[in-house]
């Protein structure tokens, strides 16, 4: 059973910098391309960034590429969406999701596997 855990949000100025965590247990976690998506009120589903399991493809949103960055430590079983420069309209509840291999997914019904999200509040 794949088991995602994010940690990291909170609140951040705009302009500042923070980094979100996801943990995957359960499995191999180098079989996995992994994503993150966010949600805010009122709104869809939106993917934010993807990288595959050896981490030599990333693919970023329009709307946060020269941002934030997308990485992973298989060591640590663990992927990182650094946010720097953040902007209010980035505040949402960030998700990380996993896959089996398949490549970079930016639809969020190719995921599987979700966590159970952290909240990112960015004030102007």
């Known amino acids: 059973q794949v088991q995602l855990v994010e940690s990291g949000g909170g609140l951040v100025q705009a302009g500042g910098s923070l980094r979100l965590s996801c943990a995957l247990s359960g499995r191999t976690f180098s079989s996995y391309d992994m994503g993150w998506f966010r949600q805010a009120p009122g709104k869809e589903r939106e993917f934010v960034a993807a990288i595959t399991w050896s981490g030599g493809r990333t693919h970023l949103a329009d709307s946060v590429k020269g941002r934030f960055t997308i990485s992973r430590d298989n060591a640590k079983n663990t992927v990182y969406l650094q946010m720097n420069s953040p902007k209010p309209e980035d505040t949402a509840v960030y998700y990380c999701?996993?896959?089996?291999?398949?490549?970079?997914?930016?639809?969020?019904?190719?995921?599987?596997?979700w966590g159970q999200g952290t909240q990112v509040t960015v004030s102007s």
């Open positions: 999701a996993a896959r089996l291999l398949g490549g970079i997914a930016t639809f969020h019904y190719q995921y599987p596997y």
